[in-house]
Structure formats: structure tokens, C-alpha cells
């Protein structure tokens, strides 16, 4: 007599029903946070959503300020006027260039300065924040301008100082070509906007358990090893956050490149190629597809990241 066997199943771990105590929870303080947020939310969409409107609409024409009377509509026109043009392509490869060298130094030096004002002793931890913090406070027109005086071939510091430095000379002209003069404006920035990074990273390691920190020393884990299997993954949420919100403005950079070289050098970004175009030339129409396109690109950055971390926002913030 011969027998049939199934085949084994695969065994399922029992499902746990879930903690209606805990999601009644989550429910209130989404609501709430709307409810606190929400205000700020529509102001701040009545003040933004005129402006981008306003300048889709305009883009859709050909329109010079000099001359009103023959605005004409002219559809998609404008923008394709602006992708087929490689100045719009060298603006945005600057514009990139300057974002990605920035934003990664200033990523490395931020979470050094956080892990410094995290560990440092609790009588200086104070003035170790606030000495830190100093750059951000500063307008970024005048942290320009500074580092303009600083670098500047007759009234700078700079070459006097570091002309030991094989390279450097008092006669070294900082915005006389395109390389130096990226590396001022990146220099500039990565000051001015590295506590601003520290804050965030600060904020993210004070999210970390200590007791995951014990229980890997415990375990004869290396403080290396703690930084990459515990630290890091548990800061992914604040590192996003940190990288989105800098990237964001890096993108957007306009001030250090105006007062600095004014776009010469072929050191025009995006932001400096639509004020040239609204500003200098009035030309409403191109101005306008400048400033689409440029908010668009930051969507899709902002989408990048988003996708691309993959972070559970309400499970890092612990309502799972």
C-alpha cells in the first residue's frame, strides 16, 4: 500500500493582531501634527504656489519688459530655446559640480562636528555649540564678501599668508579662471553651511540607543565597526534629511557666485542664469523657464532622495 506525501510547507510565523493602543496613538499625533503644521502649510502655499504659477505662465510667451507690446504667446518654445542652448547645460554641469563638492565635504565635517559637541564635556558643551554655530548665523552675502576681500589678488590676505604653499604666490589671482574660483565659492560655502549640517547629524545622534552603543562594546565591537553597524543605520533618517535640505540649497546657490565673480569664468549657475536673464536683460519669457526649470530640477532631486534612502519616517520617529 503506497502512500501520498505533501510537500512540506513552509512554516509562517503567527501573526500577532495588532496594538490598537498604539495605532489610536499614531492616528492623534498625525492629527495633531496637522493641526500644528497645517497653518504654516497653507501660508506658505499661498506665498509660494502665486509666484510658481505666475511663472509658468509667463514662461508660455515671448515677453521683454523694453518692449511689452509685442508679448506674444509662444507655447514650449522658451524651453526649448533654453535646453538647446549649452549655456543652460554648462549652468546646470556648474551648478552640479558645486552641489556635489560641497554637500559631501560638508556631510564628513558636519558629523565630526556633531560627534565633537555630542562628546565634549557638559561645562564646555555650551560654548562648543555656540562657537560652532557661529558661521551659519552670518547673511551669505557678507560671508561672501568676506571670503571675496580674503582671496582678492590686491586687498586679500590669503596669498601674503600661503604663499609657502607650492601654487600660491602673491600674485595668484583666486578669480582670474574657472578652477580657483570654484574652489573660493565651494570654500565659502562648505563655511558658511557646515553647522547647519552639525545640527541636523546632532540631532540624529542624540536619536541613537545607548544601549545598542553598550551592548556592541560588550560584544568587543571597535569604535569603527559601532560607527558603521550601529550609528550610521541609525541615523539614516537625519542623514537624509541633512543631504535633502543641503542639496536643496546648494542647487539654489546664487549669492556667493553674484558678489564673487558675477558669473564670469564660466561660473554662472543655474539661479545666476535666470537672474540674468529676468534682471539684467528683462527677458520676462526665458527668465521665467529658467526659474520652471529650475524648480523642477529640485523636485526631482528632492524625489531622488527620497526614493533613493527609502526612510519610514513615522518608524524612525518610533510610531511603528
Not at 58 to 83: A, C, K
Not at 86 to 91: A, R
Not at 164 to 189: K, M, N, Q, R, Y
Not at 284 to 296: E, M, P
Amino acid at each position: 500500500m503506497s502512500t501520498t506525501t505533501l510537500p512540506p510547507t513552509k512554516k509562517t510565523a503567527p501573526k500577532s493582531a495588532p496594538d490598537a493602543t498604539t495605532s489610536d496613538r499614531a492616528k492623534s499625533e498625525r492629527k495633531l501634527g496637522w493641526l500644528l503644521a497645517g497653518p504654516a502649510f497653507l501660508v506658505m502655499l499661498a506665498v509660494t504656489a502665486y509666484p510658481i504659477l505666475q511663472a509658468t505662465y509667463e514662461s508660455l510667451f515671448s515677453y521683454r519688459l523694453t518692449d511689452p507690446d509685442n508679448r506674444s504667446f509662444v507655447g514650449l518654445q522658451n524651453y526649448g530655446v533654453i535646453l538647446s542652448d549649452p549655456l543652460w547645460w554648462q549652468s546646470l554641469w556648474v551648478t552640479a559640480l558645486i552641489t556635489f563638492i560641497t554637500v559631501l565635504v560638508e556631510l564628513v565635517l558636519g558629523f565630526a562636528l556633531a560627534m565633537v559637541m555630542a562628546k565634549a564635556l557638559s561645562t564646555i558643551r555650551p560654548i562648543a555649540r555656540a562657537a560652532i554655530l557661529i558661521p551659519y548665523a552670518v547673511i551669505t552675502v557678507v560671508s561672501a564678501y568676506a571670503w571675496q576681500f580674503a582671496f582678492d589678488i590686491n586687498t586679500g590676505f590669503v596669498n601674503s599668508w600661503f604663499a609657502w604653499i607650492p601654487g600660491v604666490g602673491t600674485d595668484t589671482d583666486w578669480f582670474g579662471d574657472f578652477g580657483t574660483s570654484i574652489f573660493v565659492i565651494c570654500l565659502a560655502e562648505i563655511w558658511k553651511t557646515t553647522p547647519f549640517i552639525s545640527l541636523l547629524l546632532l540631532a540624529g545622534l542624540a536619536q541613537v540607543p545607548e544601549v545598542l552603543q553598550e551592548a556592541a562594546k560588550v560584544d568587543g565591537a571597535t569604535w569603527w565597526q559601532r560607527l558603521w553597524r550601529v550609528t550610521l543605520p541609525n541615523m539614516k533618517a537625519a542623514i537624509m534629511v541633512a543631504l535633502l535640505f543641503r542639496t536643496l540649497d546648494a542647487f539654489r546657490i546664487f549669492d556667493s557666485i553674484f558678489v564673487m565673480t558675477a558669473g564670469a569664468n564660466g561660473t554662472e549657475s543655474v539661479s545666476f542664469l535666470a537672474y540674468r536673464q529676468t534682471i539684467s536683460r528683462l527677458e520676462i519669457g526665458l527668465g521665467s523657464a529658467l526659474s520652471v526649470l529650475l524648480f523642477l530640477s529640485v523636485i526631482v532631486i528632492a524625489m531622488i532622495f527620497i526614493k533613493g534612502f527609502k526612510v519610514d519616517l513615522s518608524q524612525a520617529r518610533g510610531e511603528g
